[in-house]
């Protein structure tokens, strides 16, 4: 079946070091790709997207590329700040289940002044 | 109120008790989700609504009871809850349930049961 795998967290960097959050996934069909964030005490929110292969998205100083030749969807940010400091969820919608998403556990990002 | 509000944000109750949860979205989108997030498990999809008919139920035990009355608001219904359905509760909504359609999340409901 469809399923997403992430990086183990948590992950503890310093302020300004660069990030990296490795997602890989299996899907049938053509899905799209989602990046959501979570801050203590709420809700999801949508970080970035791509809905096609080779499609770039980005929000925020953060991005990620749509690699289907290696089902990735690496989540990227030069230099974080103490405020990213969150759970990171990459999500692959099922690609022959509509628009259901395919979550894992999340990384748990920690950033340190 | 902007995009999807969620009340009440916490709730405490015991297992005999009745309650429920409600959700609003104000994006004018036409389908809404209820997920379940536990702490260290993924998010689990439990109920899909889209034009307020109901197009998936995982396999979510009856004690609890989804309604949607209309496109912009959703309610989950509990009763006689077991202390480990005690988690977040999240609401989204979507304009609709293709794979390109991104869901919006609210804030969640806490629900704890004692």
């Known amino acids: 079946g469809d399923s997403v795998t992430q990086m183990e967290g948590p992950v503890t960097l310093s302020e300004e070091a660069f990030l990296t959050i490795n997602c890989t996934y299996t899907a049938t069909g053509y899905p799209s790709l989602f990046w959501y964030v979570q801050y203590p005490g709420e809700g999801l929110q949508l970080l970035l997207k791509?809905?096609?292969?080779?499609d770039k998205g980005s929000n925020k100083g953060f991005e990620a590329t749509y690699r289907k030749e290696t089902t990735s969807f690496h989540l990227e940010k030069g230099s974080v700040q103490v405020s990213d400091s969150a759970v990171y969820f990459c999500?692959?919608?099922?690609?022959?289940?509509?628009?259901?998403?395919?979550f894992g556990q999340g990384t748990e990002l920690s950033v340190k002044p | 109120e902007t995009g999807v509000t969620q009340t009440p944000r916490h709730l405490v109750m015991g297992m005999t008790n009745k309650k429920s949860l409600k959700c609003e979205q104000h994006l004018g989108h036409n389908a809404m989700y209820w997920y379940k997030q536990s702490a260290k498990k993924p998010l689990e999809l439990m109920f899909v609504?889209?034009?307020?008919?109901?197009?998936e139920n995982n396999s979510v035990p009856s004690r609890f009871s989804p309604e949607c009355p209309n496109s912009s608001h959703l309610f989950l219904h509990l009763h006689t809850l077991q202390p480990e359905d005690s988690a977040l509760y999240l609401c989204a909504s979507s304009q609709g349930t293709g794979g390109t359609d991104t869901q919006y999340f609210g804030p969640g409901t806490r629900l704890t049961v004692l």
């Open positions: 999500a692959p919608s099922s690609g022959n289940q509509g628009g259901k998403l395919i």
């Open positions: 791509a809905t096609k292969a080779d």
């Open positions: 609504y889209n034009f307020k008919e109901q197009t």
